[in-house]
């Protein structure tokens, strides 16, 4: 074979050669840009990822935030709205007119904070919304003893107010003077509440006294019965337990408020993880 023939074989085995070699290559550089592309994506998507967890908890703070500050301002209005209840009745500042704006007043504050617990059970977590329970069931429970409290006072005031009228029943005057007489003697005795005690576990005087009461209040026309019930109760002795137990409600809530306000921090710190439960 001449110089010619050979490098035309040459020529040819190099073209067979090279022509699947550039595909091997042309393979391995589109399978390398496809891998790091990949890489890019799942880069990328992992940022994004991590700027929504971001955005979520740090949303999920503020709500939580809101829901729990909403929660503290609900509960001191209501005691401040069932103190003044007392206050107010106490001191006789409360016209009829009025009684009724008040107690709605009352019961709208007890709805609102009821509503404000829900909000933060809902938004959780666990450890706080235990906490929303104590604080919220000592609130409610100390402001209904203010509103007894309030219907005692408001009573004592309207009887007076009779007393002092020149066509008052002799029923009512007679109810007046045997409240007087009982809250008298049994303070006198040292005697607590009268309520569930029988008369043999009390001392004589105590025991006549509210007899005699009870003969009073039987002796009323109907529509003073319920006049004659809180009469009854506040001279029985039940305003001083009603106050005692309202105070330690009021510890109790103050107890769970620093309580509350403790786990809250806790959840609202940055570093929280807001998806824990």
Request: charged fraction near 20%.
């Amino acid at each position: 074979m001449d110089l010619a023939g050979i490098g035309a074989v040459a020529a040819a085995a190099v073209a067979a050669v090279g022509i699947p070699a550039a595909v091997l290559v042309g393979r391995w550089q589109a399978r390398a840009g496809i891998a790091q592309a990949e890489a890019s994506y799942r880069a990328a998507l992992d940022a994004v990822r991590a700027s929504g967890g971001e955005a979520h908890a740090q949303w999920l703070r503020s709500t939580r935030g809101e829901a729990y500050a909403a929660l503290l301002l609900a509960a001191g209005r209501t005691l401040d709205v069932a103190r003044l209840l007392v206050e107010d009745a106490t001191a006789n500042k409360i016209p009829p007119d009025q009684r009724n704006a008040r107690t709605a007043e009352f019961e709208a504050q007890i709805s609102q904070l009821q509503n404000a617990g829900i909000i933060v059970s809902l938004e959780g977590p666990d450890d706080v919304a235990r906490h929303t329970n104590s604080l919220v069931g000592a609130v409610i429970g100390a402001s209904y003893l203010a509103k007894a409290l309030f219907e005692r006072r408001v009573a004592w005031h309207d009887v007076i107010a009779l007393t002092r009228e020149d066509d008052c029943p002799r029923e009512v005057q007679a109810l007046y003077s045997a409240s007087v007489d009982l809250n008298h003697v049994r303070s006198q005795a040292g005697v607590g509440s009268l309520l569930g005690r029988d008369d043999a576990d009390l001392p004589e005087d105590v025991a006549a006294a509210r007899r005699a009461l009870q003969a009073c209040r039987n002796a009323l026309p109907s529509a003073f019965w319920g006049l004659a019930a809180e009469m009854e109760k506040s001279a029985g002795g039940e305003d001083e337990t009603a106050t005692n137990n309202r105070r330690n409600l009021i510890a109790g809530f103050e107890q769970s408020r620093d309580q509350f306000i403790n786990a809250a921090r806790t959840v609202l710190r940055p570093t929280h993880d807001p998806h824990a439960p």
